[in-house]
């Protein structure tokens, strides 16, 4: 069996791709930026040609310099950025608009118009069982556990066809593909197949998580042919292998996540009630509530945290890709088993620092934020609300504006630097307090991950805002590893040893504010946001 496995990791601003060994251990990593683009306000795109092109680079790169060779790798495993949509021509497979990238708010009046909406104003051809009060909205988390929102994929789609009449007349006739990145991926490695895992299909506002389908009433209300949507798969399905050409050999793919499950995944986060939250360009905490889909009650998300093939019970102990291998028979093949989470998700969190460094010049790289920070001892009365695209949960806000209030003519750069990484700590515990309200599970530890989980300054203050010890793995790159570990799982080439022994604590950061100062830190957030919420 070949011993690597290739984690491809697309990201908002980068792809990446890590090889793995057979211990699930890092051995090389390859990576090159991706460009967002915003041509208007509330726009947010990219080009779904350079995500290709950058991903399969790297993927390249990456075999090549570890002195490896396309034989060594025994699987493909792909986590990406969600909710992200690309819409091809099923013939050439060329793009047919830019990526519309989850960050984008373009629909947002669409959104607020559709929720209004009763379900009296039923499409054609499509029933409701439920009263008449109900609207879009509640009928949205009711089937889907997320968001009436611009953040999910189903009204991006929308609006391209709404906005290009012959784009529509083409999805009609079955002429038209789309996916999410994962999707997209897939069918360029594949050469064709139009498929797409359960965790990212189950963002895009139009995948009932209950009966683990597409909904056809969720696509009609949303103006979408079925008949453009991927096939859905479980999180370790058989994506099949990559085209003849592209590698020296045709290697599987075996293992999908979108990023978030993905990093739940790898922060061994397998019991309910365990949690994790993840600093990236936004900031994204999930806590596994186990095979129920609870509903939030508190303005959470529920998703698919995952779906895998439950183990066999067999006295030789092999796996069922083994069985199938070696030609054995078994009685009862396992069940696909799913997982559920709730997720609250912070539009902006390290995204906040590059605004710093780029918009504002304050440094040369992000890095140095945590230096600049440290140059005074506290941030006042300053307060950075970081709504630039809205404020995520717990609140879903898509019309609040960023701001910077509680300056004086003593406030330099480092004050806002400060308040730049507290407000990510605000901003998780905020969604920790509704996550706590609905979980019965009370929350014993963060475990975390993600590029800004490496900020000293900032996991400490996360700590001592939710009085639970903040645990750091010495891998911070947790996202590309869940996904491997998935992959490596499911071939035999991974156990539960290796998953246990593949996360390593870095650092515990224990709580050590006191609760007044505490209180002081979270009356002065809670202030700059009811005046954010304020009506206009």
Request: hydrophobic residues 40%; glycine residues 8%; contains cysteine.
């Amino acid at each position: 069996m070949a011993g690597y496995v290739l984690a491809l990791d697309q990201g908002t601003t980068s792809s990446r791709a890590i090889l793995y060994d057979d211990h699930a251990r890092p051995i090389k990593m390859v990576q090159q930026p991706t460009v967002l683009k915003t041509p208007q306000a509330g726009f947010v795109e990219q080009d779904a040609q350079q995500i290709w092109q950058t991903q399969i680079s790297c993927a390249h790169d990456v075999i090549n310099q570890a002195g490896l060779l396309a034989i060594d790798v025994g699987s493909i495993a792909i986590t990406n950025q969600r909710e992200s949509i690309v819409m091809w021509d099923k013939l050439t497979g060329k793009p047919l608009a830019p990526a519309i990238i989850w960050q984008d708010r373009r629909t947002a009046s669409y959104c607020q118009a559709l929720a209004a909406k009763s379900l009296t104003d039923t499409p054609q051809g499509v029933t409701s069982s439920h009263d008449d009060q109900s609207n879009m909205a509640s009928e949205v988390r009711r089937i889907t556990g997320l968001r009436l929102d611009p953040y999910f994929s189903a009204s991006k789609i929308a609006w391209l066809l709404e906005q290009n009449p012959k784009l529509s007349v083409r999805a009609s006739k079955g002429e038209v593909a789309v996916g999410t990145i994962d999707s997209w991926l897939i069918y360029k490695l594949t050469g064709g197949e139009h498929v797409i895992d359960v965790t990212n299909a189950c963002r895009t506002l139009l995948y009932d998580i209950h009966k683990l389908a597409w909904s056809e009433e969720l696509c009609a209300r949303f103006g979408i042919p079925m008949n453009i949507l991927p096939k859905v798969l479980p999180s370790d399905g058989d994506f099949g292998k990559t085209k003849k050409g592209l590698f020296a050999k045709q290697i599987p793919i075996h293992a999908v996540l979108g990023d978030q499950q993905a990093a739940l995944f790898g922060q061994g986060c397998l019991k309910a009630g365990m949690a994790k939250n993840t600093y990236g360009t936004g900031c994204f905490m999930l806590m596994n509530i186990g095979q129920q889909p609870l509903l939030s009650e508190h303005k959470l998300l529920t998703t698919i945290a995952w779906q895998r093939k439950s183990a066999p019970t067999r006295p030789d102990g092999l796996s069922f890709e083994q069985i199938v291998q070696s030609g054995k028979r078994m009685l009862q093949p396992p069940n696909r088993e799913v997982t559920y989470a709730l997720e609250g998700s912070v539009f902006m969190a390290g995204a906040i620092v590059q605004w710093l460094r780029d918009n504002l010049g304050m440094f040369q790289k992000s890095g140095e934020v945590e230096d600049l920070a440290k140059q005074v001892e506290s941030s006042e009365e300053v307060v950075l609300l970081p709504a630039f695209t809205g404020l995520g949960a717990p609140y879903w806000r898509s019309d609040i504006s960023a701001s910077i209030t509680g300056m004086s003519r003593g406030t330099t750069k480092a004050h806002i630097a400060r308040a730049a990484l507290e407000a990510v700590a605000y901003q998780t515990y905020d969604v920790l307090i509704a996550m706590q309200k609905d979980s019965p599970q009370p929350l014993t530890e963060l475990r975390v991950d993600g590029g800004a989980a490496n900020n000293d300054l900032l996991m400490q203050f996360q700590a001592d805002l939710l009085g639970v010890p903040v645990l750091r793995p010495r891998d911070t790159e947790i996202t590309a590893k869940g996904a491997a570990l998935l992959a490596g799982i499911k071939t035999g080439l991974y156990d539960d040893a290796t998953m246990h022994a593949s996360w390593q604590v870095d650092r515990v950061f224990e709580p050590s504010m006191s609760a007044d100062v505490r209180e002081q830190h979270l009356n002065k957030w809670q202030r700059a946001i009811s005046r954010a919420l304020l009506p206009m």
